[in-house]
């Protein structure tokens, strides 16, 4: 059985990856029976796409993975708090689970739709918070000098 932070630290490695491009440092894995069925990270920038969220991108991947647009069984690991557009995709996925590394004050759901996640979803924050904190912080230095 592996741990939430083993799984965070996989988000992480893709957060890495998207820094690395240019990109906002945000990465997700999706699990499914204790099996990472689906990884990304934000491709905004890439894609000229602003939908194309870490966390999107990874819910794609992961329901063409099982063939069903619902993810109950599933769990999310993503680096950042979804923003609200994020949210509103998780609740209509039906994700089982969230497991949220640092929270985003500015832009994430919980400032402005702090009920927005299906009602069966549960909710794990703070794991690994200052290492994503961390990556997030570096990377805006970066940019700003």
């Not at 920038?45 to 599933?74: F, I």
Request: overall charge negative; some cysteine.
């Amino acid at each position: 059985m592996f741990s939430d932070e083993y799984f965070m630290n996989l988000a992480l490695q893709q957060a890495e990856i998207a820094a690395d491009k240019g990109e906002i440092p945000v990465g997700a894995v999706i699990v499914c029976q204790n099996r990472v069925i689906a990884k990304a990270h934000n491709l905004t920038e890439q894609l000229t796409d602003v939908t194309a969220h870490a966390e999107l991108m990874a819910v794609t991947a992961a329901t063409h993975y099982l063939g069903s647009k619902y993810l109950p069984d599933c769990t999310l690991y993503v680096t950042l708090e979804p923003c609200v557009m994020c949210a509103g995709v998780l609740f209509w996925a039906q994700i089982g689970r969230i497991v949220i590394g640092a929270p985003d004050e500015k832009r994430g759901y919980a400032r402005f739709q702090p009920s927005l996640l299906h009602p069966k979803t549960r909710l794990t924050t703070g794991v690994l918070a200052d290492d994503c904190q961390e990556l997030l912080t570096a990377f805006f230095r970066r940019l700003r000098s």
